[in-house]
């Protein structure tokens, strides 16, 4: 059953705390992204990576951490410095245009 | 950032009307997609039209672009309860910049049974 799979589908954290957020995708696709949506607006880019080892900042990066030590893998770290952590994280993966969402990550800090 | 904006911000209709979105963007695209949403869930690709492309139909969706305007738009034809979503435009922008796609905010879509 191919896909791309994120967990968990909640998380919640106290102020302060890092937290990573997984992404995997077995659809053996280089290009992999992690979307920022807040309620009631469109995503925005927080990083992305074209091939393993490489990734490049996106919109919103600050305070967001990434690494892709793993075509498959593509962990997102919300560190303690993002101001607003608190919103809907969507990861997709890519071979060209078209992209491959998976459910999301809602992450509540309080 | 470079984002487009789709028009209306919701849209309520009955159950077989047709619903009419539209989609503004900035600067010149290689491609425009439109994505589905359902509450809470994440985002499926519905179509992808070329910027050398007018129109394109795939079942119920029919999609129009114009460059010289910069617009698109997204028809559902005979609309169904399960079309109740949010609808987003994304564009991947030519020239350059952020390899991801620039997402507008969406239009909320409310099929009345």
């Known amino acids: 059953d191919g896909g791309i799979t994120q967990s968990p589908k909640y998380l919640f954290r106290k102020e302060g705390q890092n937290v990573t957020l997984s992404c995997e995708q077995n659809?053996?696709?280089?290009?992999m992204y992690w979307y920022r949506q807040d309620p009631g607006q469109g995503l925005r880019l927080i990083y992305y990576?074209?091939?393993?080892?490489?990734?490049q900042k996106g919109d919103i990066a600050e305070g967001y951490s990434v690494s892709r030590e793993k075509k498959e893998s593509f962990p997102l770290t919300v560190t303690s410095a993002q101001k607003n952590p608190t919103a809907f994280y969507l990861c997709?993966?890519?071979?060209?245009?078209?992209?491959?969402f998976g459910p999301g990550t809602r992450l509540t800090v309080t | 950032s470079q984002q487009g904006e789709e028009d209306p911000q919701a849209l309520s209709i009955q159950e077989g009307e047709n619903a009419t979105m539209n989609c503004s963007y900035k600067?010149?695209?290689?491609?425009l997609q439109w994505y589905r949403q359902n509450s809470g869930r994440g985002l499926v690709h519905l179509i992808l039209?070329?910027?050398?492309?007018r129109e394109k139909h795939s079942g119920r969706l029919r999609v129009t672009l114009d460059t010289s305007k910069k617009s698109s738009s997204l028809l559902i034809t005979a609309s169904r309860a399960a079309d109740t979503a949010s609808y987003f435009c994304?564009?991947?922008?030519?020239?350059?910049?952020?390899?991801?796609?620039?997402f507008g905010k969406g239009t909320h879509l409310i099929i009345q049974p």
């Open positions: 997709a993966s890519s071979t060209g245009n078209e992209q491959y």
């Open positions: 659809l053996n696709h280089d290009a």
């Open positions: 990576s074209q091939i393993v080892n490489d990734f």
């Open positions: 600067t010149s695209i290689n491609n």
């Open positions: 039209i070329r910027s050398n492309e």
């Open positions: 994304a564009t991947r922008y030519s020239g350059g910049g952020a390899d991801g796609l620039t």
